[in-house]
């Protein structure tokens, strides 16, 4: 074993954790703690980078920690998906942190701000990258708790209200995935999950395994928002800082998809089960409810919120279709959705410095004061609904076309609708924010001028990268590809972190 | 509350000025045990935390606050850092990250101390710990008055 | 033991979910706790239950002398009270400030964010 490479798997964690230490020592010095915010975000998406190169080239790369030989101490892998991950929090993190100099304001610094941020950081990248099950609930928690008070710096009534939500059903769904991890342990012996995949491989049928599955299902779908779990999400997602709800935007439900893909292509590979098609209804109805949701809405915010949820059903729609090209599909569209939602979010935050509201109805003529963001704006939003050649259209037209060759044709014909509803929402926000004029006795004003050069900077970088990936949709398609039939050969998987033993 | 030292007990004041010390000691002894025996940096953390919060009862929080003398966010800072850097020295010498290091000191009179990084994590954990709860706490009690 | 260990998580879970559903916000926070510790409780049981002596391995010898009880269901236990805790101590200042903001202690009253 190279320690070299082992380094690779471990700075992702190691720097934001680092630098939640660092920053939570000089939290008497704004200065410091934004300096060490920019340089460790930048630093992890450096890190993040050579992880996923190192990752591509090599193959699989695990890590040992304490030296223990798997399956009995906690091991860090990266495949190709958990890199990815990495590498996309890396992206996240960076605008964020950057648009933060802008937009946090001195007494929330103050109060904590950068160390928390960091410690979600390290936590998303905690569950990205290891390979043991509890270990995976351990990192669950330190982003939660992360969340939880980020969720609430500032301190009014709406996001107290929608903390309490976000609060109580998180917590209920650690408490699943905690006893589905007590219940798998006790079957299987183990909580490695290489060797869990190993042990449960002969045992699938067993309805015992069935049960936990289901609890994981369960627990998971609610962490990712899906249907019928995902009430807290809308509830609380637009309350925080923008740059918080960004970053939260994101990642967070994103880590709940993560470990649904993990867990239902390793641990319990879906095949024929009732769980396929559980997952194939609970793709069709999130993607339907939410999109449905944005459109009764007139806050931007919330409207980006349903969105998620809406978005979040491709991505287990390409999951429950469960055929290589499906898996691609819902990896491209992760890789797509994490850097448009971000900006979307980040963007709404812009307006609401131009113009100092999130309601449609008081805001307007945005376009014509700053053309500019107009443009910007639609960049992502264009991607969102899935228009060509913009990033969105590639992972829409990926897992469309698995389910069509699949023969799930209700699928396919909930999907497409999707697409037409979410192209209809964009262009509500488009119509009401940016090309209506302002509407008479609107209490809307101009919060503060100035100091948008960051936001603008990060919004242009996150709207160029989305076009990038647009434009050079073959080599990310690559990259998907080379994901999905990683994932679908667990014994590849379980080969790397447990040693060849044939 | 008028005054916060009307509505006190004298037997919690009198029996929490011994207790104090001793609970302290007590926190470090459940510290530095903890690898070989039940103990160790979590609970050792929270006996001391409870002891602080015992002197918070029966004086008050501006007294506790000056007690402790540090701010509660530099002791999770620090706690933080100390228990990161306990998983680097294994780094350096070409093992994975939280590989402990031991290393046995003779001490005149006691005889052989083995001390080690696991000790130095624990140690982390115990500020880490402290302060956690100290800021909650604190601020909770600030928040009531 | 083993079905008296099972009715016990039975409870508690019970108890757990009926407290979460109350309108009171203290209440939900109680419910949590249970939860929590209802989840504890079940990884207990479910790794197993055995009365031997600790895993303890002699010094020179790799293998344990007589059979052990399983440590790491204990492991398990001892840091998911440790994250319950700092998880709890978040909830429980969360409600307080919660009922400073809206003056209430019940959820009927915190609908604002929910249409």
């Known amino acids: ?502 | 509350m008028n005054n916060p030292r009307q509505h006190q007990s004298l037997i919690l004041r009198v029996t929490g000025y011994f207790l104090l010390p001793l609970l302290i000691l007590f926190s470090l002894f459940m510290l530095l045990r903890g690898h070989n025996e039940p103990g160790g940096g979590f609970i050792g953390g929270l006996v001391a935390a409870a002891a602080i919060v015992l002197y918070m009862i029966f004086s008050d929080v501006k007294a506790a606050r000056r007690l402790v003398a540090v701010d509660p966010r530099d002791l999770l800072g620090w706690g933080l850092a100390i228990a990161i850097l306990s998983g680097l020295p294994g780094l350096f010498l070409g093992q994975p990250f939280m590989t402990s290091q031991w290393m046995e000191l003779d001490v005149p009179m006691f005889g052989m101390l083995k001390v080690g990084t696991p000790l130095l994590f624990d140690i982390g954990v115990y500020l880490v710990v402290i302060g956690t709860v100290l800021t909650i706490l604190l601020t909770l009690a600030e928040a009531e008055d | 033991m083993n079905t008296l260990l099972a009715i016990a998580v039975g409870v508690l879970y019970t108890t757990a979910i009926y407290m979460i559903l109350r309108r009171s916000i203290v209440k939900l926070v109680i419910g949590l706790m249970l939860l929590s510790n209802a989840a504890n409780l079940l990884i207990f049981t479910s790794a197993g239950l055995t009365r031997h002596g600790p895993p303890l391995i002699v010094e020179g010898s790799t293998e344990a002398a007589a059979v052990v009880a399983d440590p790491l269901a204990q492991a398990l236990i001892l840091t998911a009270i440790v994250i319950g805790l700092g998880v709890l101590a978040f909830a429980v200042v969360l409600i307080h400030r919660a009922y400073e903001v809206v003056k209430a202690d019940d959820m009927d009253q915190m609908k604002d964010t929910d249409t």
């Open chain 1, 1 to 502: 074993m190279n320690h070299g490479m082992a380094l690779d798997i471990l700075l992702p964690i190691l720097i934001p954790l680092a630098a939640a230490a660092l920053s939570l020592i000089c939290w008497r010095s704004r200065a410091l703690q934004r300096g060490i915010s920019v340089m460790a975000t930048t630093g992890l998406m450096v890190a993040a980078v050579v992880l996923l190169v190192r990752v591509y080239d090599n193959g699989i790369q695990v890590m040992y920690t304490g030296n223990w030989p798997a399956p009995f101490g906690i091991v860090l892998v990266a495949d190709l998906l958990g890199a990815i991950m990495v590498v996309l929090t890396g992206i996240t993190g960076l605008a964020t942190a950057i648009y933060s100099l802008a937009t946090i304001s001195k007494a929330h610094e103050h109060y904590g701000y950068y160390p928390l941020m960091h410690l979600l950081l390290a936590g998303v990248n905690g569950a990205f990258l290891t390979g043991d099950i509890f270990n995976l609930y351990v990192w669950f928690e330190v982003m939660l708790v992360a969340s939880f008070a980020l969720l609430i710096l500032g301190g009014e009534r709406a996001q107290m209200e929608g903390a309490i939500k976000y609060v109580t059903l998180n917590l209920v769904s650690s408490a699943m995935f905690l006893s589905a991890v007590g219940l798998l342990y006790g079957l299987a012996g183990t909580l490695n999950m290489a060797d869990l995949a190993e042990k449960l491989a002969p045992h699938q049928d067993n309805p015992m395994v069935q049960i936990v599955a289901m609890l994981f299902l369960v627990a998971f779908g609610i962490k990712a928002g899906a249907f019928p779990l995902f009430f807290w999400l809308p509830a609380s997602y637009h309350t925080p800082r923008v740059a918080v709800s960004s970053l939260f935007a994101g990642l967070l439900t994103k880590v709940g998809v993560y470990a649904l893909f993990r867990v239902f292509t390793l641990i319990f590979p879906l095949g024929d089960s009732l769980i396929r098609d559980l997952l194939l209804g609970m793709a069709g109805a999130t993607m339907l409810v939410g999109v449905l949701g944005a459109a009764a809405q007139f806050e931007f915010r919330r409207i980006l919120s349903f969105h998620i949820i809406s978005q979040i059903g491709y991505m287990l729609m390409g999951l429950a279709l469960f055929t290589p090209l499906a898996i691609i599909g819902g990896v491209f569209y992760i890789m797509h959705h994490i850097i448009v939602k971000s900006n979307l979010f980040l963007i709404s935050g812009l307006v609401y410095r131009l113009q100092g509201s999130y309601d449609l109805k008081q805001l307007g003529g945005v376009y014509r004061q700053h053309p500019w963001v107009g443009i910007l704006f639609l960049i992502p939003a264009l991607s969102l609904a899935g228009l060509p050649p913009l990033s969105g259209f590639f992972g829409k037209f990926i897992v469309i076309k698995a389910g069509v060759e699949a023969e799930f044709w209700w699928l396919v014909a909930v999907a497409l609708v999707v697409g037409l509803l979410t192209l209809y929402s964009m262009i509500k926000i488009w119509a009401e924010v940016f090309w209506k004029e302002m509407p008479e006795g609107s209490t809307a004003s101009v919060q503060q001028r100035g100091g948008t050069g960051l936001m603008v900077g990060t919004v242009v970088a996150l709207a160029s990268l989305t076009v990038l990936i647009g434009v050079a949709a073959e080599p990310v398609y690559q990259l998907a590809s080379a994901t999905a039939s990683q994932l679908l050969d667990p014994p590849g998987y379980i080969n790397a972190v447990l040693g060849d033993r044939s």
